[in-house]
């Protein structure tokens, strides 16, 4: 290989399929830069943000108290509570205190987790973790999901980027995360015991008891299914019906979490008095009854599908290397999945190994959160606090944690690219680059962030700039910078 060839795919391989170079990265990644992404990849899954995070079922306890205390307060207010002294009665009001702190384990969540990706010496390891992260979704739209979003990713994702689909698959759609966001936990078999029990007020069965006291509503809630059919296993194209997503939903029935009146509130359970009876029939198989061993033979069935392999390779194809990704390359993805029946690590595998994965020209646009940790790392410098971050992020697009919908974040430049979009991310690039370049000379943190990919006009414009604060902003937003 000629060694203008191994330059460039060193910092491809720092700038694509990770997260931004660091001041020293490239040269290091220059010697085998697809033996630097493959020592990446391994089996015990992707690093864990810092810090000592709570668990989901923690978490949840959190929101009851918080829930419990706000239900306290309102029997307790009085309409003529004395008008002095109301700041201090509102900083000492439990209710308040309790959302302070679900606030900030939200906060502390998402700082972690940005502070890994703009530090890590693994950020290929770090971006596969993301793409998984995002493929799954869960929002913090609900309050209660917010509180568990980062436990989520820790829990079901990190541990299982680089095993099984199917072990994947299992773990993020039966988190307590995952089931709450997708009104699961709603869900109960219209024939059920707990459905009969709830609707004539007696009970039907043998330790037949209703759901917990936060059921609002008496039935089958899809979401979970039509969204696992949909969006995390086969794709819309794969030819189910609405009768697909019916039935699946009703094996899936009875999936929930700990209640207050279980002996673990919080935690993933299986109510068995919740569970619609029958066998089940999803995209042509037929499922004898089980309970929750029918929704997980539906679960694996799909994980094993060749629809999914197709739909989610493609997916992995668009996000590291183009909108509109090589069919080729898709097919090499799909071959290492089908091969080893859906091994992660293979198909991270084969994604480095792919030449199309290494065309010099850099087609994907940044998200905002891609272009805020990138330009940390170029910076070498640790993101600011939340309550900085948090503003400019949601300014940008992006609000932290907050995907708009089940489908999650977009990251194709048509989302990201529009004209108030640039000159926001113009804005965030010059506050930014005074207070992170430190009196350092942005010329040689261009050469350490973009490596070959850095253009004659982008060297030659930063050279030019009247501060070096100016040199470093034009380094952020120019073209090759913007790009990966």
Not at 182 to 191: A, C, R, T
Not at 373 to 390: G, I, K, N, T
Request: positive net charge; aromatic residues 8%; proline residues 7%.
């Amino acid at each position: 290989m000629a060694l203008a060839d191994q330059t460039m795919r060193a910092a491809i391989a720092a700038t694509r399929f990770g997260l931004g170079a660091r001041p020293g990265e490239i040269a290091l990644t220059r010697r085998d830069p697809q033996g630097f992404l493959r020592s990446q990849i391994r089996r015990e899954g992707a690093d864990l943000p810092p810090g000592t995070p709570a668990t989901s079922a923690q978490r949840l306890n959190e929101f009851r108290d918080y829930q419990r205390d706000r239900r306290a307060a309102k029997v307790e207010k009085t309409v003529d509570a004395p008008p002095q002294g109301v700041a201090t009665m509102a900083a000492r009001d439990p209710v308040n205190l309790a959302g302070r702190m679900l606030r900030q384990d939200l906060a502390a969540d998402f700082s972690g987790r940005i502070a890994l990706a703009a530090t890590t010496d693994a950020a290929f390891r770090e971006r596969w973790a993301l793409f998984w992260a995002n493929h799954f979704t869960v929002s913090a739209s609900k309050a209660i999901t917010a509180t568990v979003v980062g436990p989520f990713e820790d829990e079901a994702i990190r541990p299982h980027v680089f095993g099984r689909f199917e072990d994947l698959l299992a773990a993020a759609e039966t988190h307590p995360a995952m089931l709450t966001y997708l009104d699961q936990v709603q869900s109960i078999g219209p024939d059920s015991p707990a459905a009969l029990f709830l609707k004539t007020g007696g009970p039907r069965g043998v330790g037949a008891r209703p759901q917990p006291a936060t059921q609002r509503t008496v039935g089958l809630n899809e979401n979970l299914a039509r969204e696992i059919l949909e969006l995390h296993t086969v794709g819309v194209s794969a030819g189910y019906t609405q009768a697909d997503v019916t039935e699946f939903a009703r094996a899936m029935t009875g999936l929930s979490i700990g209640g207050p009146r279980d002996e673990s509130y919080g935690a993933p359970l299986f109510r068995a008095q919740a569970h619609e009876p029958g066998e089940r029939t999803v995209m042509g198989v037929r499922y004898a009854p089980g309970g929750r061993a029918q929704a997980s033979a539906i679960l694996s069935d799909l994980a094993a599908r060749p629809q999914t392999a197709r739909f989610i390779c493609g997916k992995i194809a668009r996000h590291f290397v183009a909108d509109d990704p090589p069919p080729a390359l898709v097919g090499r993805l799909d071959a290492a999945w089908t091969s080893s029946r859906g091994d992660l690590a293979r198909v991270a595998e084969a994604l480095i190994a792919a030449p199309e994965a290494w065309e010099p020209k850099a087609a994907k646009f940044k998200t905002p959160y891609e272009f805020i940790v990138s330009s940390y790392r170029a910076a070498d410098a640790s993101p600011m606090a939340f309550d900085r971050l948090a503003p400019i992020l949601t300014g940008l697009g992006q609000k932290p944690f907050s995907a708009p919908s089940p489908k999650g974040w977009p990251d194709d430049a048509q989302s990201w690219a529009a004209a108030d979009a640039i000159v926001k991310r113009m804005q965030f690039a010059q506050g930014f680059s005074g207070a992170a370049l430190r009196d350092r000379d942005p010329r040689t943190l261009a050469v350490e962030a973009l490596g070959e990919r850095l253009s004659a006009e982008t060297a030659k414009a930063i050279a030019r700039a009247e501060s070096r604060a100016e040199g470093f902003a034009l380094l952020l937003m120019s073209p090759e910078f913007q790009r990966r």
